[in-house]
């Protein structure tokens, strides 16, 4: 019969081995979990209900293995139906064989393999069309998000909410990349009226209405958090971990610091005032004829009660041309506001529930 202790001591190297098994690719594992613990993370996805990974990459071949095991440790223990959907976007560099070998290991890791660079939001696009789960999760390939976030974030979905951001407190990204972004994010917030950290982190957890709902194009990518508020679905961000960079180069350039600002403007215009034009050109229109209209009338006072010449003064000019200009944008607006009403579509009214 075998010894008890001997058993014992072979059960804690069976364990350990493991464990450092499961740490060696970079990724803690979450630390101080019970059983009970465990259990509940398979509670979180239900047997008839499916999680998608839809990862966007360019130039990611180093990390893409690294980052294929450590989501599998993750499928492991939520023991759920699982897809990884990966979009390379015009890679030039070994990705794609990379993601031919992690296909061959595992069917469910599918790649969708773009003819040129997009852009990030053409690939997320992209993604969305294929993705089939119930709970959506986007992230980068860059191994700065951590996988292992997975689970608290559809716990966040599960307590009631459609979009859950991830929000970078402690980044490792360049100076200039961390500053610019919270004037981006100062900005986004004001004009979208949801209130978030970070909206531009790639770690995100969705439902499935919102991915089939949300339209992702140009570079709006940035804005699903603002566009999803906007078309009712409910918001919220929770704080994530963020690792350094551990190979390539970051894609951040300046040209997208202006960039996301006329998309903003896009996402301002399109979503408060694309079923209501007269609204803004309206109220545009009234307030360059007010202003017109007053200039004229101080120098028609000064004309008639100061006895001073006005054709001559450039402000005259100035008035006159403001109230074409009011006229012309509240003609605008008027016409607009046809276009809208004999164009008029439900395609954007969005049911929460029927009973």
């Given amino acids: ?37 465990y259990q509940e993370l398979r ?6 209900q499916m999680l998608s990974v839809v990862i966007p990459l360019y130039n990611e071949d180093e990390s893409l293995m690294e980052l294929s095991l450590a989501l599998k440790k993750v499928f492991d223990g939520l023991r759920c139906n699982y897809e990884v959907i990966f979009i390379d976007d015009g890679s030039t560099d070994g990705s794609f064989e990379k993601l031919k070998e992690i296909n061959k290991r595992n069917s469910r890791y599918h790649c969708i393999k773009l ?85 531009n982190c790639g770690l995100k957890a969705y439902r499935k209405d919102v991915i089939k709902s949300v339209k992702v194009y140009g570079e709006m990518h940035r804005y699903i958090p603002a566009l999803a508020h906007l078309m009712g679905f409910k918001v919220t961000e929770k704080v994530v971990k963020h690792h350094a960079r551990k190979f390539g180069v970051t894609k951040f350039g300046a040209n997208r610091f202006l960039n996301g600002f006329f998309d903003l403007l896009t996402v301002a215009f399109t979503n408060k005032f694309i079923k209501k034009p007269l609204h803004l050109f309206g109220t545009l229109g009234i307030l360059f004829s007010m202003l017109g209209f007053g200039v004229t009338l101080y120098l028609t006072i000064l004309k008639f009660f100061g006895n001073e010449s006005i054709s001559n003064r450039p402000l005259f000019l100035v008035g006159i041309l403001m109230i074409i200009v009011g006229f012309q944008s509240f003609s605008l607006g008027l016409i607009a506001e046809m276009i809208t009403k004999s164009s008029h579509r439900d395609d954007d009214v969005f049911i929460e529930t029927t009973l």
């Fill in 1 to 37: 019969m075998p010894n008890p202790e001997e058993k014992n001591k072979k059960f804690k190297r069976r364990f350990f081995y493991k464990k450092k098994m499961r740490n060696r690719d970079g990724f803690k594992d979450r630390q101080g979990e019970s059983e009970s613990d």
């Fill in 43 to 48: 509670k979180l996805i239900p047997a008839e």
């Fill in 115 to 199: 003819r040129r660079n997009y852009g990030k939001s053409a690939a997320l696009s992209i993604g969305f069309r294929e993705a089939k789960g119930d709970f959506v999760i986007t992230m980068d390939a860059d191994l700065q998000d951590d996988p292992n976030e997975i689970p608290d974030l559809i716990k966040v979905l599960n307590s009631g909410y459609d979009l859950v951001s991830g929000w970078k407190k402690v980044r490792y990204d360049p100076f200039i990349k961390r500053h610019t972004s919270k004037i981006f994010n100062y900005f986004t917030s004001k004009v979208s009226g949801v209130r978030l950290h970070d909206f």
